[in-house]
Structures are given as C-alpha cells and as structure tokens.
C-alpha cells in the first residue's frame, strides 16, 4: 500500500511541477506591440491624474489573476504601461495556479502582509470571492475586479468588464445575418463554450437562446454545444470528433473559450479550408487571427485585456489618491466588446489601446468625486 | 583425496538479538552429497542467505575451492558459480519457463539475440529429463510451488556449476518428486558436483546424503556418516538435554476436560480433526509444514472458516465466528508464526497487553487510567514480569520480554483455554526455558494449552500429550509415559 | 556531533518542525508590513484552523494504516448539504440572473445544517471504509474512485450552484474573533483577536486527542493500524475499525467542508479541490506514520501551519506565485523524508534497546525471575 501511495505522491508532484516549470515565465503576447502613449493616439488624460504622485499617498498595487489563463497575458503589459504613464511604481502581477478562491485568498493574504494598498482582481470564484474582497475593503484596502464580476452585491468599488452576455449575442446575430446573407433560411448552429462551473457560461448560454428566439431568426436553431471544452485536449478532441462525423450538417459556430475558439482557429488553419461555415471566434489568441486573415473565421469577438490592466491601475490610482465613485455609478462598468474582423485586423492592436485611453480619459468624471479638499 | 570445494570456518550470525549461527563450521567434497538437519529454520535459511550473499556473517570465513572469498551482495553470490534452490522461488514471475531457464545463460544468445530454436530444443529435453509435464512457455507465476522447485532444479543443471545449494526448509515434495531430485542429485555427484541439502525433516534426501550434520540451536552438534544415521540417535542428540533438564519441570495432573472438538474440517486443509483437552493440561500439536497443524488453531480462533465440526467448551456447544467471539469464550490464541503477528508494534507494552481487556477497564468508552495500571500490575505478578517503564515501545524490548508481554495479554483475559503458535520461534536457549517455565506455571493453575510447535525441543519438554498431524488430520498420539520409549520416539521423528 | 544534531532533528518530532514553523512565522511577522500584522495572523489563523481539520482527517486514516484521497470531496458534499439546509431563499432580485439558482434552501437554523453535514460525512466515510473492508480492493482505488463519484454527485445534483444567503451566525464563525475585533465606526480594524474558527479547531483537536489517548475506539484503531492480522489475533474486529476510522476521517472532511462554507462565505462545489495533497502534508509533518499506528495532533496543526505560512512567506519574498506549487511539492517531499527517517529510526532503538538487554542478560543476571 506504502509502495501505491508513493506512486500516487509522485504523480501529484510531476502533475504539480510540469505547470509549475511551464509555465514561469509569462510569455509577452504576441499580438501586442510595444504600447504607444496616449499622446500618441491623441487621447488627452485628464491632468490632475497624471500628475504625478501625491504626498503621503502609496501606490503599492497588485493585480491578481483569476487563474493561469492565456487571456491574461496582456493585462500584464497593460498594467505596466499605466504605472509607466501614472509615474507610480510597477504592480505586482500574479495569479493563483488554479481557478480557486482558496488559493486566490492565500496570494492575496500574502500581498496584503506585504503592504498592499490597492487590487485590480478577476476573483477565481464569483461568489466566494466576494468574502476576500469584503475583508480588504475592511482594511481599507481599494479593491477593483476587472475582467470576471464578482456576485452582487460585493464591496467592490466597481467591475470593469465585458458583457459577455451582449458579445455573444452579438457574435450569435452576426453568424445568423451572415448565413441569411448566403441566402439561407435554416441553419444548424454549433456553440463551443467553457467550463460549465463558470457561472458566464450560463449567461452566454441565456444570450444564444435569446438570440434564436427573436421572431426573425426562426429557422437557425442551436443544434450542438460542447461544453467543457476550455482547455487544450478537450477542445481538441471535441473538434476533431466533429471534424471526424458531422462537420457537413453544421452551418455556424460560436465560439465562447478562450482555448476552444484557438483550436478551432488552428484546426481551420491546418485544413485550409472553413467548409463552408460561418464561424465566429472569441478573443485575440494568434491562431484566432492567423484564421481570420486566412478568411476562414468570420471575425472573432473581441475585448480589450490590455485595458484590464490599464484600467486597473489607473484607477487604483485615483482611488488612492482620494477620489470617491460616486454613489450614482453603476457597479458594472462595460469595457466594451467588437467584432474583429479581416479589415479590422492591422490596426488592432492599436485599437485596444485606444479603448482603454479613450475609457480612462473620461473615467475621472464620469464614475468618480474629487478629493474633498 | 577428493577436493574440498565449500568450507565454511566459524560463522557466527545474530539476527534480532538471537545467535542464529553460533560458530558453524563445515565442508563438502566435490562429488559428495551432504545434508544439514537443523529443527531451527531459521539458522537453516541463514546459511542459504549466506551463500545468496543475502547475510553478511558477523565473523568466520568462507572458502570455496580453497579461496577465500566474500559475500556481500547477490551479485557477488551470483559470482560464486553457486546454484542455490531457494524454498521460495526465485524464478521471475512474468516470464515464461524457458525464459528464466535461460536467463543468465550467455552462450544461448548472439549477442542481443536469443537463439530460440536451440533454447526451446534443450528447455524440452530438461523438462522431460525433469518429468514436467509443463510447456516451456507456461508462465512462471503459473507454475505450483512443488513445480517451481523443480524448474529451479533444471536451472541449476543447466548452470553447471561445482556447488549446489538446496534449502529444503517448508517445502512440500510428495515422495515422487523427492525420488525425481534424488535421482538428479545422485547423477550430478557422478560429475563431481557438490550438493548441501538444508532440512528440517529427518527423512528426506538422507539415503542419497554422504553424510549428515546436524544442527541444534545455531551449533552444529554432530557430523555423521551414512553408516551413523540412525534415527532414534539422531532424535537423542537433538533432544539430550530434555533427558538432563525434564527433571526440572513437573507437570500436574489433569482430569477434568475443558473443550472438545469433534469433527472440525475447513476448506483447504483440515479433515474431520477430533480432540479433547483437560483442564491444566498441555498437549502439543506438531507435524510438517503444510500438515494442517496451524490451521486447527486458527479454525479453533475463528480466524479460518470451517467446514463443520462441533466445539464444545465446558461440555456446552460454542460457536466461534471471530477472535473477539473466542476471546469471550476466554479461548486466547497467540501466533509467533510470523514475528509481526504476535504483537502490536508501535504500540507500548502497556498499550499491547491490555488491547484485548480495554472494555473492563473502561467507563463510557473511556479508558480510566488507574483500572488500565491495576490490570499491568496484576499481570506483572501473575508472570513476575519485569519491565520497568510499561510506556516503552515494544521494539525496545528484548524478544523475550516482548514474548512475554504477548503471553501478558493473553493472562490478562484469564483464559481457560490458551492456544500458542511456535511461542519459542526464534529465541535463545535460556529464553526458551523462561518462556517454557511460564507455559508450565499456566498449566499448573488450570490453564489447558495447546501447544502448536515444530521445535521438538519444546514439545518433548511441556507436553502431557503430543498429537501427530499430517494433511490436515491426526495421525498418531503419543502420551507423556510413552514418550521416553524409543519406538514412539522413532514415530515422532518421522513426522518432523 | 552533525549526525547527533541530526537524529534529534528527527526524533523531537515536533520540535523539530516547531522549529522550522517559528522560523517561518519570525519571517512573516519581521517582514510583513505592521499595521497589516493582525490581519494577516487572523487571516493565516483561519486557513491553519481548517487545514489542521482536513489533516487529522487524514491522519483518522493513515492511523489504521489507510488513507482517503477523497477527503476534498467529502468536504464538499457535506459543504453542499449544509450549505442547501440553512440558505435562506432569497426573495427578490439577486441582481445577477444567474445567481436565482440560490433561491432554493430550507433555512434550517444553522446548527442543523451543521450537525446534518457532520452526519452525511461520517455516513459518506463509512460507507468508504465499508467498502474497502468488504470489497478487499486496495482503498487506493477506492477513495480515487470516490473523488468522482462524490464529486460527480454533488456537481450533478446541485448543478453547480451557490448557496450565499447563509445566516449571519453561521458566518460568525468566519468574521467574528473572541475577543472582537473593534473597528472605529466606518474605519478600519485595529485590534484583533482569536478567531471564532481557530478556537473550534482547537477543541476538535482536544477531543480527536482524547479519541486516541483515552478511549476504546481510539486504541483500537490505532491496534489496527499497527498490523491487521496482529489486530485481529488481538480479538480486535479490524474490519469495523477500518470502517469506524473512515467514517471519523469523513465527518472531519465535514467539519472543514462547513468552516470553509462560513469561510467563502458561500456553499459551493469547489470546495475541497485542493485538499489532497495538504492533508497529507499536514499529517505527515505532523509526524504520523504513513503506515499507521501513530497519530500527532498538534503535530498536525503544525504541519498544516508551515503548509500555510509558506505561502505567505513566499508571496512576502515576491516569489510568483507560479513557483509556489515546487516548494509545497518540495516541503512534501521533505515530509515524506521525515517519515522515513523517523520508521528507520524507530527501527535503530529497537536493534539498540534489544543489543542492551540481551548484554545484561548475557551479563550475569540470568534466570533471576526463576530462581
């Protein structure tokens, strides 16, 4: 029995390590160039922000990934160049190995020991999160979540994300008016979403339905949908199995995983051909743009994870510097969403910064009060 | 004058705190056969572990072909060009017959390549030489024990080497196969081979043995030669000192009976075994390996399943499902059989003795302290024990304190009827006697024993009566008054 | 001297790795930023409280010579059941659509969910050790059956919801701190004290204490450890002690499955996920014995203390959090060291306790207790 278990031990540890040594060292995304200022994209910042410093404020900020994900990597850079702007020190990046709130808290713990004063977080669990976050605002520590929402009501000071429910809807609608384009008037959609546990899933699945239920869309039903399908292997073997048996009845797909819609992008790439179907993929992985300028994917539904980061520090700042939200701001805070699409591909990345440029412009006056004095 | 090719000079080994071997010395001649009879196992398979390069002795030497040489690890046993015939196989499991025929055998291959078609010819002819009617691509595993025995025989025919080792310790051959080995022996003295049989049994392999050791306690006491092996010598010399020390021990009377078993049969081994058992008295149980004699305890303590069969304790009808169930009925088994079975290690002594009492010296399921430390101090008496700190851990007890703590928890349930498994197995002369005075002080104050030994020794000493056992049923009785006569003796040896 | 330094290292069990949570401790309080100091405490208080539980539910195992990989998913089942006992239904909008799944729950007063949760685990853990006991199947095989099966259960029958509307005595044992911590109206703490959670653990661990020094099951089950066959020559029914530790080592799942609801704050079915190795870890540290038959307590605690002040330490040294992972497998595989360190000793004392009194013996004082 001694001789099983220290079989088991040493596959929990060569499962532990191999992640570990994989993945070390972020890997700088490639789709995102050496950032421009703002002044470079003619945006203007408002100045009391980028003033520098205050007296006797800290800056000492973190942003806590929700889990190893490559959806992450930008914010990374997005981050810096808001502490570069800012003239604040460069935030601790980092994340929890797993999707797990107990593993996020103990990070965090760590960073508030250490003297954090401000977080930018995508809590691992939405609802558990929450209990972290009300702790930190206890301590009078800033807490703004980016990305992922935590469940209302939170202390959070506000959530700064995407609607994935609307993006998705839109990405639905835009496949449907494609293949109504094409002439048809039926049409079998495939819906190749993430982790069934993660709670956007099911708002994702509620905007497709929505979608298909609009009198005008009568004929396209959601015939498929694999789910669980956000990581390498299951996403590979998902398509393939498709690729191998029904590809032929199938008229579009909406990808909703970050890893599914990359396989997806990869398969297609490798076929060199999309079978004629309207396919519609989900953020920025390379292989989602490789196919999209191959014109095999329709476009890919974007949002900017650069401007997370950006986003985050930025106003981690202000709220260290004093401001306030105010009490009429909404909680959630839409960071927008667009459908990339082959014309659009050259000035992308451009364009994601110029969202988050253009969100942090206005930001100060529209969701925030001046120090009092 | 024949070459001496194996000696052996003053081996002395302590394994667990016993001299197991206590200056051996002995030698074989090329072409000569010769048995060692030992009634310990244990300094039997110490020799074999030897020779395997298993045990590194603590002093004397080893010579083979009048060279020293030193034995430090199985490769270099490997290197000794010494075939051993272990009592458990040493054949790989996962391979095939011929596959381990040929294992170590580099003039079967070219290079990486077996030659398959010359290994498959000579592994048929073996096995038929061998009169295995088993393919060669039988697996290993498949095989049965008597049939892997002689599998290892055929590898060391094919081995050719000048020594081979056989330890006969525990094993089964039924007289056919023995007859096989003797044969094959017989052959392998002509080209000058030779061969040392280890054995327990006093019958096997003696007619083919040039000569015979004989091995009590570690010591080797005789060295006979075929004109000598007389059996009822060979018995006196092993148990001369129950004929000088018997006085010492006085057994009571006994009268009244306490349990009797008529009829108990299990599954594998036992057959319709009936027996009584008196009050105070103590009567043994011995016979070969695999005669069933462990097995009636164990079916008597509810550890084997029986078949059927009806035991009556105090003239009642009991029906005994578990240990627990026997402990109730104050029938107590202690197990020595293997050397963990016996006691809980880790476990302090105290902890060991009072394991099976805890629910008399408990309220509520809790243990209360002063009951647990009155029940240690009345078995202490009892056995005039002496350990002085009872929280030790066992390990840090000598074998013979630690046997006694075992004996502790069996007193400690007041048993009318006490089992004891090999309660000698592995302990020293004086320890032996220690241990023996407990049994017999037991028996005086009521307590029937049944003593299941294979150390006839023990048996010859503390025994009112001595049941033979063989395939799993009683075969003889011999009563304390008949037990000095030679005629029974000549019986009881050629069960052992 | 080093090597006499060395085999006390690992003899004083829990001094040794006394030591080595000191150190650690020293570490995070010089480092640690000082008006974050309490909270931090408070914070590694609690994980230490829960994870201690999740050990000695290991621990309940490799006592009778066992383990129970599915500690984590015991956790959760009795998490979910407690968590589906005492939600208050939420009337009205939870503001997110999807989170109205939470309106379901039988708001049971909190020590009912509690107590029912206890009970499931010891049934669910029974249940596992019956089946090992009975089935004969290597209990690795069975407990890594039963992490999916559990898991699969409690993912199947819930549909992965949240239960957050828990009532506020619940999520006491979370918040609150003995003595209270006090917080200036609207501002931030200052003082802290013992949390609610930390003083639980302490009393589980007096009673799992007094199961093991003072009572009948405890010694039985620790018998059973030692040696199965050497048990039930014993007169001890091994099977229902195996059965008995595995229900105990579930009915701890339980109670850590509970803590860490009041602790997120929200019954979920990702609670227990990363429980596996910790517990492990924790106990073994701790300086039980892999193959059973000794169990440590407080060692425990302090296994499951360094297990969590190393991720402090680590994040205080800036370390990323993506290396995190080699030193916890590190510091297993030091456990696991120790252990064997610790057998081979156990081992040392014998041959050396038995050589002494076999020189006295030999020595002249033969035969004394016959004579």
Redesign the interface.
Known sequence: MKRVLALVLAVCMLVVFLPACGSSTPQPAPETPKAQTAEDLGVDLSKEVVGGQKEGAEYNFAIVYGGVHPFFDPWLFGAQQAALDLGIPIPIVTSPQNWDQTEQNVIIDGLVAGGINGIGMFPSDAVAGNEKISELVGMGIDVVTLGGSPATPSDATFCYATDVGASVAFATQAIIDELKAQGKTEGKLLHLCSSLADTNTQKRQAAINEVLAKPENAGFVLEWELADTDATEPAEEAISAMYASYIDQVDGIVCTGYVNAQVLGKTMNERGTNDGVVAIGIDDSADVLAAIDNGYMKGTMTQSAWAMGYVGIYALKLLADGYTIKPDAPFFIDSGYFLLTQEGLPAYAESQQKMAYDFVSTMADKYFNPPAN | MRKEILRLENICKTI??VKVLKNVSLNLYEGETVKLYGDEGRSLSSIVGLFGGVIKPDSGRIYIDGKEIKLASPLDGKKAEISIIHKKSDLIPNLTVMENLFLERKNYARGLFLKEKKQRARAVELLEILGLDISPDMMASDLKLEQMQIVQLGKALLDDRKIIIMDHTHILLDKEQIKLFEGVFNELAKRNVGILILAQNLRDFTSVSDRMYIMKEGSIIGNLMTSEMEKDKIIQMIAKDYYSEKSGIYLNQTSEEVLRVEGLSTKNMLRNVSFSLNKGEIVSITGSYGSGKYEVGYAL?G?ERTLGGKIYLHNKRIKIK???D??KRKI????FEKK????????SAK?NIT??R??NI?NF???RKELENWLIKTVYNDL???IEDDN??I???????QRKVSLA?AIS?NPDVLILIDPTKGLEN?SK??IL?LLVSFSDRGIAILLISSNLHEILQVSHRVWLFSNGTITGCIDRDMIESREQMNILSSFI | MIKKGLVNFVKNDLASISVVLIVLLTFVITKSNPSRLSFTMVSLSKDIAIFTIVGMAQMATLAVGQFNLAVGAMGGVAGMVCGYLINIPYEGSMNVDTYAQAEIGLALPWYVGVIAALIIGFIVGAIQGGMIVKTKINPFIITLALISVLHGLNMAVTRNIYFRNLPEVFKAINKNTIPATTTPDGGQATTYGVPVMFIVTLVVMVVVW?LYN????G??M??T???T?????????SGRYITLAHGISGMLCALAGVLTVSKLGAAQTSIGDNWMLYSFASAILGGT?LN???VSIFGTMIGAGIMMVVNTVLTLLKISAFSHQIFIGALLLIAFMLNKGREAL??Q???A???V??DV?SGGS??E??A
């Open positions: 667990d705190g303590y550890m578990n240990p627990s026997a402990i107590v088994l202690l197990s963990e079975n016996g006691l809980l290690y880790n476990l902890e394991i099976s805890l629910g408990s399921a809790i243990i005039s024990l002496n030790i851990a390990e840090g007890l000598s074998l013979v304190n928890r349930c004086e006697k220690q005075e | 007094m003072r009572t009948i099951l010694r039985k620790l018998a450890g030692v040696n066959r050497a048990a039930d020559f014993a007169g001890i029914n014995l059973g038959g000794k156990i081992r004392q014998e041959r306790a038995v050589k009194q076999d013996q033969k035969n207790e016959f």
